[in-house]
Protein backbone atom coordinates (compact mmCIF):
# COMPACT_ATOMS: atom_id res chain seq x y z
CA UNK A 1 0.00 0.00 0.00
CA UNK A 2 1.56 3.24 -0.84
CA UNK A 3 1.42 6.68 1.80
CA UNK A 4 -0.97 8.28 -0.30
CA UNK A 5 -3.37 5.49 -0.32
CA UNK A 6 -3.14 5.11 3.89
CA UNK A 7 -3.52 8.77 4.32
CA UNK A 8 -6.80 8.34 2.59
CA UNK A 9 -7.88 5.51 4.43
CA UNK A 10 -7.49 7.27 7.57
CA UNK A 11 -8.01 10.79 7.16
CA UNK A 12 -11.67 9.98 7.43
CA UNK A 13 -11.34 8.53 10.71
CA UNK A 14 -9.74 11.62 12.36
CA UNK A 15 -10.05 15.29 13.18
CA UNK A 16 -7.65 17.69 11.71
CA UNK A 17 -5.83 18.10 14.15
CA UNK A 18 -5.12 14.28 14.93
CA UNK A 19 -4.42 14.15 11.06
CA UNK A 20 -1.48 16.36 10.78
CA UNK A 21 -0.53 15.31 14.31
CA UNK A 22 -0.49 11.90 12.07
CA UNK A 23 2.11 13.06 9.32
CA UNK A 24 4.49 14.42 11.80
CA UNK A 25 4.66 10.96 13.74
CA UNK A 26 5.15 9.53 10.38
CA UNK A 27 7.81 12.18 9.27
CA UNK A 28 9.61 11.28 12.72
CA UNK A 29 9.19 7.83 12.43
CA UNK A 30 10.76 7.71 8.78
CA UNK A 31 13.57 9.12 10.08
CA UNK A 32 14.07 7.03 13.19
CA UNK A 33 13.67 4.51 10.67
CA UNK A 34 15.91 5.31 8.69
CA UNK A 35 18.75 5.97 11.21
CA UNK A 36 17.95 2.54 13.13
CA UNK A 37 17.83 0.51 10.63
CA UNK A 38 13.78 -0.26 10.59
CA UNK A 39 11.77 -1.62 7.43
CA UNK A 40 11.32 2.09 6.18
CA UNK A 41 8.01 1.55 4.44
CA UNK A 42 6.58 -0.21 7.09
CA UNK A 43 7.62 2.17 9.84
CA UNK A 44 5.67 4.75 7.23
CA UNK A 45 2.15 3.04 7.37
CA UNK A 46 2.53 1.73 10.79
CA UNK A 47 2.90 5.47 11.69
CA UNK A 48 0.02 6.42 9.63
CA UNK A 49 -2.33 3.96 10.90
CA UNK A 50 -1.34 4.20 14.72
CA UNK A 51 -4.02 6.72 15.90
CA UNK A 52 -6.86 5.02 13.31
CA UNK A 53 -9.17 4.29 16.85
CA UNK A 54 -8.61 7.55 18.52
CA UNK A 55 -12.32 9.10 17.85
CA UNK A 56 -13.95 5.68 18.14
CA UNK A 57 -16.75 6.08 21.13
CA UNK A 58 -16.22 4.83 24.30
CA UNK A 59 -18.48 1.88 24.55
CA UNK A 60 -18.19 0.62 20.76
CA UNK A 61 -14.17 0.51 21.72
CA UNK A 62 -15.43 -1.66 25.00
CA UNK A 63 -17.78 -4.05 23.15
CA UNK A 64 -14.86 -4.38 20.81
CA UNK A 65 -12.65 -5.63 23.76
CA UNK A 66 -15.37 -7.54 25.45
CA UNK A 67 -16.09 -9.39 22.20
CA UNK A 68 -12.56 -10.20 20.72
CA UNK A 69 -9.25 -11.62 21.71
CA UNK A 70 -8.30 -8.19 23.34
CA UNK A 71 -7.06 -8.28 26.93
CA UNK A 72 -10.29 -7.82 29.39
CA UNK A 73 -7.90 -6.02 31.68
CA UNK A 74 -7.94 -3.18 29.48
CA UNK A 75 -11.45 -2.59 30.74
CA UNK A 76 -10.28 -1.35 33.85
CA UNK A 77 -7.93 1.13 33.21
CA UNK A 78 -8.57 4.08 31.60
CA UNK A 79 -10.47 4.15 28.01
CA UNK A 80 -7.35 6.23 26.51
CA UNK A 81 -5.75 2.82 26.52
CA UNK A 82 -8.16 1.30 24.07
CA UNK A 83 -7.43 2.66 20.92
CA UNK A 84 -4.28 1.53 20.16
CA UNK A 85 -5.06 -2.46 20.74
CA UNK A 86 -8.57 -1.22 19.65
CA UNK A 87 -7.08 0.60 16.25
CA UNK A 88 -5.20 -3.16 15.50
CA UNK A 89 -8.08 -5.10 15.69
CA UNK A 90 -9.70 -2.57 13.23
CA UNK A 91 -6.82 -2.37 10.83
CA UNK A 92 -7.38 -6.16 10.45
CA UNK A 93 -10.77 -6.04 10.14
CA UNK A 94 -12.38 -2.95 8.36
CA UNK A 95 -9.38 -2.33 6.18
CA UNK A 96 -7.83 -5.65 5.82
CA UNK A 97 -4.25 -5.16 7.21
CA UNK A 98 -2.74 -8.33 7.69
CA UNK A 99 1.00 -7.50 8.74
CA UNK A 100 1.33 -8.65 12.08
CA UNK A 101 4.75 -6.63 13.38
CA UNK A 102 2.87 -3.42 11.76
CA UNK A 103 -0.47 -4.27 13.63
CA UNK A 104 1.37 -4.74 17.25
CA UNK A 105 3.28 -1.82 17.11
CA UNK A 106 -0.17 0.16 16.73
CA UNK A 107 -1.36 -2.15 19.74
CA UNK A 108 1.27 -0.95 21.62
CA UNK A 109 1.47 2.07 20.75
CA UNK A 110 0.49 3.79 24.12
CA UNK A 111 1.86 1.29 26.61
CA UNK A 112 4.94 -0.68 25.00
CA UNK A 113 5.28 -3.74 26.26
CA UNK A 114 7.93 -5.84 27.55
CA UNK A 115 9.56 -7.32 24.27
CA UNK A 116 9.02 -4.26 22.03
CA UNK A 117 10.26 -5.11 18.42
CA UNK A 118 12.31 -1.66 16.66
CA UNK A 119 9.32 -1.14 14.55
CA UNK A 120 7.09 -0.97 18.19
CA UNK A 121 10.01 1.66 19.79
CA UNK A 122 10.25 3.51 16.52
CA UNK A 123 6.49 4.12 16.64
CA UNK A 124 6.30 4.73 20.20
CA UNK A 125 9.05 7.22 20.59
CA UNK A 126 8.06 9.36 16.95
CA UNK A 127 4.67 9.91 18.68
CA UNK A 128 6.31 10.97 21.68
CA UNK A 129 9.24 13.79 20.38
CA UNK A 130 7.05 14.73 16.85
CA UNK A 131 7.46 18.30 16.73
CA UNK A 132 3.84 19.15 18.17
CA UNK A 133 4.54 17.86 21.24
CA UNK A 134 4.96 19.62 24.36
CA UNK A 135 5.65 17.60 27.42
CA UNK A 136 7.83 18.67 30.58
CA UNK A 137 11.41 17.14 29.79
CA UNK A 138 10.66 16.36 26.16
CA UNK A 139 13.90 18.21 24.72
CA UNK A 140 16.37 15.67 26.60
CA UNK A 141 14.51 12.58 25.08
CA UNK A 142 14.50 14.47 21.55
CA UNK A 143 18.46 14.68 21.99
CA UNK A 144 18.84 10.84 23.10
CA UNK A 145 16.01 9.62 20.82
CA UNK A 146 18.91 10.55 18.00
CA UNK A 147 21.63 8.75 20.20
CA UNK A 148 19.97 5.84 21.23
CA UNK A 149 16.81 4.24 20.60
CA UNK A 150 16.69 2.50 23.71
CA UNK A 151 17.67 5.62 25.64
CA UNK A 152 15.07 7.11 23.94
CA UNK A 153 12.28 5.20 24.31
CA UNK A 154 13.53 4.30 28.20
CA UNK A 155 13.39 8.44 28.95
CA UNK A 156 9.62 8.76 27.11
CA UNK A 157 8.69 5.36 29.12
CA UNK A 158 10.06 7.19 32.30
CA UNK A 159 8.28 10.45 32.51
CA UNK A 160 4.86 8.93 31.08
CA UNK A 161 4.86 7.13 34.34
CA UNK A 162 6.38 9.56 36.42
CA UNK A 163 3.56 12.28 35.16
CA UNK A 164 1.22 9.70 35.28
CA UNK A 165 2.34 9.33 38.82
CA UNK A 166 2.41 12.91 39.56
CA UNK A 167 -1.55 12.95 38.56
CA UNK A 168 -2.49 10.08 40.91
CA UNK A 169 -3.44 7.74 37.68
CA UNK A 170 -3.39 4.37 37.76
CA UNK A 171 -0.61 2.92 35.66
CA UNK A 172 -1.31 0.13 33.35
CA UNK A 173 0.68 -2.85 33.85
CA UNK A 174 2.49 -2.90 30.20
CA UNK A 175 3.60 0.19 30.71
CA UNK A 176 6.00 -0.56 33.56
CA UNK A 177 7.16 -3.81 31.50
CA UNK A 178 8.00 -1.51 28.48
CA UNK A 179 9.64 0.75 31.42
CA UNK A 180 11.36 -2.43 32.82
CA UNK A 181 13.03 -3.80 29.93
CA UNK A 182 14.17 -0.81 28.59
CA UNK A 183 15.64 0.10 32.01
CA UNK A 184 17.65 -3.50 31.56
CA UNK A 185 18.63 -3.36 28.30
CA UNK A 186 19.57 0.71 28.40
CA UNK A 187 21.98 -0.21 31.26
P1 LIG B 1 -1.86 10.06 21.30
O1 LIG B 1 -2.89 9.01 20.99
O2 LIG B 1 -1.09 10.48 20.10
O3 LIG B 1 -2.44 11.24 22.04
O4 LIG B 1 -0.78 9.44 22.31
P2 LIG B 1 -0.70 8.03 23.08
O5 LIG B 1 -1.50 7.02 22.38
O6 LIG B 1 0.74 7.74 23.29
O7 LIG B 1 -1.22 8.30 24.56
C1 LIG B 1 -2.47 8.63 25.02
C2 LIG B 1 -2.37 8.91 26.52
O8 LIG B 1 -2.24 7.71 27.28
C3 LIG B 1 -1.22 9.80 26.97
O9 LIG B 1 -1.78 10.97 27.58
C4 LIG B 1 -0.47 8.99 28.02
O10 LIG B 1 -0.05 9.78 29.11
C5 LIG B 1 -1.52 8.01 28.45
N1 LIG B 1 -0.98 6.76 29.01
C6 LIG B 1 0.09 6.02 28.61
N2 LIG B 1 0.28 4.95 29.40
C7 LIG B 1 -0.70 4.99 30.35
C8 LIG B 1 -1.05 4.17 31.48
O11 LIG B 1 -0.42 3.16 31.77
N3 LIG B 1 -2.14 4.56 32.21
C9 LIG B 1 -2.88 5.67 31.92
N4 LIG B 1 -3.92 5.99 32.69
N5 LIG B 1 -2.58 6.47 30.86
C10 LIG B 1 -1.52 6.14 30.10
FE1 LIG C 1 -2.32 7.15 20.30
FE1 LIG D 1 2.65 7.55 22.75
FE1 LIG E 1 -0.50 9.47 18.35
Same mark, same amino acid.
Given at each position: MERNEALALVKPHLKQERYEHTIRVMETAIQLAEMYGVDVHKTELAAIFH $? %?? @? %??PVEEMKRWIQSS? !?? @? $??? =? %? =? =? *? !?WHGPVGALLLER *? !????DQELLEAVHYHTTGRTHMTDLDKVIFLADYIEPGRKFPGLEQVREAAWEDLNKGCWMASKNTISFLMSKNQPIYPETFYAYNALTKQYK
Open positions: $D %YA @K %YRY !LP @K $DLL =H %Y =H =H *E !L *E !LGIE
